[in-house]
């Protein structure tokens, strides 16, 4: 019979290549996840002339940002639409907006758009927001991706005109303002998506926040070179032909 004794030095040997074999496989699966690339969305509006000249002050609540990766839904068909000519027709302005047509995640809600709510309600006052002037709403860290629209939460339109009084501001029926640009988030970029719109009077005495393609501008500038100012290399990315 053959007494074999253990060999002590190759089972600690063999232990501690599993246990740091182990201990490697988890930092590169923990580096994989921490290294995720993400870059910055900064978020502006502006306004255009519109009817804007017939208030002294149209301040816009917006609660937070809806984006739309690749293969999202917007569920605001129509709205896009620059439409400076709206008239009294209830039917002709934004009232059916609703996205009911488009396809949803069976609660009601179109599908794979993300929601993205601010930590505290931003507002707005469109008559200071003219002739290029702009205001930064939000600015949060994104995985790197494409998007092919823009949306705002827009919760209220309060409106009080040049004559006196206060006026009746719609919001795009049932749909939110959206903006139909798009655009990347890059890695060690910021993006600047500067979101145009308006209000157009109605000829029933109400007006409509309608969103103004031709303004979107896209911007992006790089925030790790060693200059420190934007590169805007990227250009600026005007859609003004966007459409439904």
């Excluded at 007494?3 to 501690?16: E, G, H, V």
């Excluded at 069976?106 to 599908?111: K, Q, S």
């Excluded at 705002?152 to 749909?175: I, Q, R, Y």
């Excluded at 890695?187 to 500067?194: A, I």
Aim: with cysteine; proline share 4%.
């Amino acid at each position: 019979m053959t007494d074999r004794t253990p060999d002590l030095d190759a089972l600690d040997r063999r232990t501690y290549l599993q246990a740091t074999g182990a201990a490697a496989l988890g930092a590169a699966g923990l580096a994989g996840c921490v290294g995720r690339a993400t870059g910055t969305l900064a978020t502006a509006v502006t306004d255009q002339p519109a009817d804007i000249a017939d208030f002294e002050s149209l301040v816009v609540t917006v609660e937070g940002i809806w984006l739309g990766p690749e293969g999202a839904e917007s569920g605001a068909d129509g709205n896009e639409t620059d439409d400076e000519n709206a008239t009294d027709d209830e039917s002709s302005g934004n009232e059916t907006d609703d996205g009911g047509d488009d396809e949803d995640d069976g609660d009601g809600e179109p599908a794979g758009r993300e929601y993205h709510e601010f930590d505290e309600p931003q507002e707005a006052d469109l008559v200071q927001l003219q002739d290029g002037e702009t205001k930064l709403i939000d600015e949060r860290e994104l995985s790197v991706g494409t998007y092919r629209f823009l949306q705002l939460d827009v919760s209220n339109a309060d409106g009080t005109l040049v004559e006196g009084g206060e006026a009746e501001v719609d919001l795009p029926g049932n749909a939110p303002l959206t903006f139909n640009a798009e655009f990347d988030v890059r890695e060690d970029t910021r993006t600047v998506f500067t979101a145009d719109f308006a209000p157009v009077r109605r000829g029933n005495g109400r007006y409509l926040l309608r969103p103004v393609p031709s303004g979107i501008e896209v911007d992006y500038e790089e925030t790790d070179g060693e200059s420190g100012d934007g590169d805007d290399s990227g250009g600026t990315n005007e859609s003004d032909d966007e459409t439904a």
